[in-house]
């Protein structure tokens, strides 16, 4: 971006800004996602864990 904007390419400066912040969102989103699942996966062993009988949880 910042050579485009030192060139005075306006439209290039705008194209590379847009496409920052379309990556910066995806990221963000896979983010969450990744956050989702592994709460999930948190959830899903702990619930193994607590509905086996105590003798079994060793």
């Known amino acids: 971006m910042g050579a485009a904007k030192a060139k005075g ?3 290039e400066f705008e194209r ?3 496409l920052a912040a379309d990556k910066k969102a ?3 989103r896979l983010n969450d996602e ?3 699942k592994t ?7 702990a619930n193994v864990m607590y ?3 105590r003798r079994e949880r060793r």
Not at 39 to 45: H, K, N, Q, S, T
């Open 51 to 53: 509905t086996r009988p």
């Open 9 to 11: 390419d306006e439209a």
């Open 26 to 28: 995806e990221v963000a």
């Open 34 to 36: 990744a956050k989702k």
């Open 39 to 45: 709460r999930l996966e948190f959830d899903v062993a």
């Open 16 to 18: 590379l800004r847009a």
